[in-house]
């Protein structure tokens, strides 16, 4: 297709047309850089373990904003449940198609596009502008962004605010923001017991019967109430296996897999020591090995949200809610060297599905709320 004559719709579709399934980047990176250099970024590559990592910077002073996100996409499935190819960028109809249009490359575009502009008009504005990119956040996630935020602690670089540009949105651009995440920690809990003949379980030990009263009370515990930003704490069983397959052996073992997903009221360190009470409690023979790929981070009603909140206001006529809802972003990592960071972007229905798209009249309105969010922290009052 022939580029759209909107700039930030031009740059969208230019990056879903780039085949950059986790972790590859396919050339992302280098397109933003190319169009970052010219208004004076200096663009430093923090690549790690085959993953593409960017940090670029514009300035020297304080505050830094920063806006945070990815270029990789998740596989497309099966091709021919797509009504066009996921990667050649289509519109039909109002609608921009193709992987990634929502998640997240329209957020991608519309930053260089807002930067441009912003750059274009305030060229000696105050503090510092950044981008801070990875191939790395829809996979494993331990190349990508935690990787440079180690690089920038290691050097002593903070920021003062972070915009990550995830697809928050629900029904309309700019009806949610995103102004923290809970935790998640995962637990890989091995019950023993003694593998026997099912006609003589005096001989055998089923760890099946004996995990089972402590599974039942595990999931009727109240964790914590939650609070102002965070629901309770939940606590969910997502594998559950033992056994040969045949139905006359008792197994001797039981492996379960759980995940807790908390907020600021609980720790990790205090759900892993409840947990290990009760199962103690309950005199199972067991291991359990722990997994937290997140911790829990929130942003008050500081700056930030009031200056994005702001933007979406006069950009789009919507009061946004602020939720902390859904699954973990690279936030978790950025909130270790920020203090303030939100997520904001398209709506969300389509991500991760077949057809994946966006409203191309969204496209140019995010790229406008991003630069009056710019306007609000980085020009004198």
Known sequence: MSLPDNPTLALACELIARSSVTPEDAGCLDLIAARLAPLGFSCERIDVGGVSNLWARRGTAR???????????????????WQTPPFEPVIRDGVLYGRGAADMKSSLAAFVTSIERFVAEHPNHDGSIAL???SDEEGVATCGTVKVVDALAARGEKLDYCVVGEPTSVKTLGDMIKNGRRGSLSGTLRVKGLQGHVAYPQLARNPIHEVAPALAELTAIRWDEGNEFFPPTTWQVSNIHAGTGANNVIPGVCELLFNFRFGSVSSAESLKARTHELLDRHQLDYELDWHLSGKPFITGRGKLVAALSGAIRDTLGVETELSTTGGTSDGRF???ICAEVVEFGPVNASIHKVNEHIAVDAVAPLSEVYERTLRTLLLPA
């Open 63 to 81: 505050p830094l904003i920063c806006f945070a996100g990815h270029t990789d996409v998740v596989p497309t499935g099966p091709l021919d449940a």
């Open 132 to 134: 801070l990119l990875t």
């Open 334 to 336: 950025i909130a270790e």
